[in-house]
Structures are given as C-alpha cells and as structure tokens.
C-alpha cells in the first residue's frame, strides 16, 4: 500500500493524464483542457476568482518553454504554488486557534499572482 505522500504524487500524475488526453498531443494539457481541470478539480479555488481572464493568465504564467501548452512539469509549478499558499494559510490559522489542529476550511487558496 503506497503511503499517502506516494498516494498524493500518484494522484497528481492520474490527474494531469485524465485531462491533458482529450485533445491534441496527449502528454500536454491545451488551453481547454487546462480550462477543463481548472473548473473540475480546482472548482474553490476557481470560484472565489473574479477574473475572467484568469485561465489565460494562468496559461501565461506556467506556460514557461511558450509552445502555448502545459506540460506536467509546467503543472506542478502551479499545484507546488498552491500548496505553498495553502500552507500559509494554514500556518496563519494555526497562530490564530493554537488549540485547534485541524483545518477543514476548502476555501483557502490564493491566486497565484498572489504567490
Ligand atoms: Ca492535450
Ligand atoms: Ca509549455
């Protein structure tokens, strides 16, 4: 049984497949299909964003080799930036409740401009 940290990376990978092979080249996620698992996956995060430029942007700013694909190391970057986010967040709450361990708040991520 892998542990939950090889759970979690497993996830990731099954994830970034399950959406980068609807369309054209099958290891890259395109504009759509990172639309796709925005709103699927990311639906909090997503939601509490207002601009509606937001998946461009987001293209723009992982989209680092600007072959206007995602590729699974350009995801990670954004999935690492949230997590980081998420951690402060947490961390911040943690100062906030010291009595309190567990944080079952959803709505906890930053944009990435934010990062
Ligand atoms: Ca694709
Ligand atoms: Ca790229």
């Known amino acids: 049984m892998p542990s939950q940290l090889e759970g979690a990376m497993d996830a990731l990978i099954t994830v970034f497949y399950n959406y980068s092979g609807n369309d054209g080249d099958k290891y890259k996620l395109n504009k759509g299909e990172l639309k796709q698992l925005l709103n699927s996956e990311l639906t909090d995060f997503l939601t509490s964003q207002k601009d509606p430029m937001l998946v461009e942007k987001i293209m723009n700013d992982l989209d680092s080799n600007k072959d206007n694909e995602v590729d699974f ?43």
Not at 78 to 92: M, P, S
Not at 103 to 112: A, D, G, I
């Open 73 to 115: 190391n350009e995801f990670v970057v954004l999935v690492a930036a949230l997590t980081v986010a998420c951690n402060d967040f947490f961390q911040e709450q943690q100062m906030r409740k010291p009595s309190r361990y567990v944080n079952n708040n959803k709505n906890y991520c930053k944009s990435p401009a934010e990062v």
